[in-house]
Antibody
Framework: QGHLVESGGGVVQPERSLRLSCAAS????????MHWVRQAPGKGLEWVAV????????YYADSVKGRFTISRDNSQNTLYLQMNSLRGEDTAVYYC?????????????WGQGTLVTVSS | EIVLTQSPATLSLSPGERATLSCRAS??????LAWYQQKPGQAPRLLIY???NRATGIPARFSGSGSGTDFTLTISSLEPDDFAVYYC???????????FGQGTRLEIK
């Protein structure tokens, strides 16, 4: 049974940086693409970024392109999201999510989320 | 860019009733459509993948149907635990981004 645990959230001032981590266990981390999805308070789900299983391919939502960087350390079964130049609209719960084992077009495991608040 | 539109925004039903939730895509997504359930303070949970396949551990009262642009999530007989927000989602090969619908809130009548 897969398990994902995010960490690194907190309160940060606008234009500052923050790095989120997602520790994975219970599945073969190196086989799956991994994603970050966020949810602003009281709002719906917004996809943020994806990284392929070996880390060679990444892709970002337009809203974070050029400011956020997704990466992974397969030796440590850990996913990261480096967030720079943070804005108020980046305030959200950030979830890491795993591509499905049966269908890569869905997300079968999600972490519990970590809250990022951007405020002066 | 594919847009997913869910309806209704809110659905008020009683336990035991049948719930029908809709998700419409702005262009064909074939069968690459998933459904999630989210309760307050919790992460989303995968219910249905590839339009009609139940995820592991999901009760049989949940079913998905549709292809192309029109999809439906049906809960045959609502249990108290089913009242939550439901999202549809699509992903494709390239670009490898994902799109979510805006959600349907299923509330107790």
């Amino acid at each position: 049974q897969g398990h994902l645990v995010e960490s690194g959230g907190g309160v940060v001032q606008p234009e500052r940086s923050l790095r989120l981590s997602c520790a994975a266990s219970g599945f073969t981390f190196t086989k799956y693409g991994m994603h970050w999805v966020r949810q602003a308070p009281g709002k719906g789900l917004e996809w943020v970024a994806v990284i392929a299983s070996q880390g060679r391919t990444t892709y970002y939502a337009d809203s974070v392109k050029g400011r956020f960087t997704i990466s992974r350390d397969n030796s440590q079964n850990t996913l990261y999201l480096q967030m720079n130049s943070l804005r108020g609209e980046d305030t959200a719960v950030y979830y890491c999510a795993k591509e499905g084992s049966t269908s890569v077009w869905s997300f079968d495991y999600w972490g519990q989320g970590t809250l990022v608040t951007v405020s002066s | 860019e594919i847009v997913l539109t869910q309806s209704p925004a809110t659905l008020s039903l009683s336990p035991g009733e049948r719930a029908t939730l809709s998700c419409r895509a702005s262009q064909s997504v074939s069968s690459y459509l998933a459904w999630y359930q989210q309760k307050p303070g919790q992460a989303p949970r995968l219910l249905i993948y590839d339009a009609s396949n139940r995820a592991t551990g999901i009760p049989a009262r949940f079913s998905g149907s549709g292809s192309g642009t029109d999809f439906t999530l049906t809960i045959s007989s609502l249990e108290p635990d089913d009242f939550a927000v439901y999202y549809c989602q699509h992903r494709k090969n390239w670009p490898p981004d994902a799109t979510f619908g805006q959600g349907t809130r299923l509330e107790i009548k």
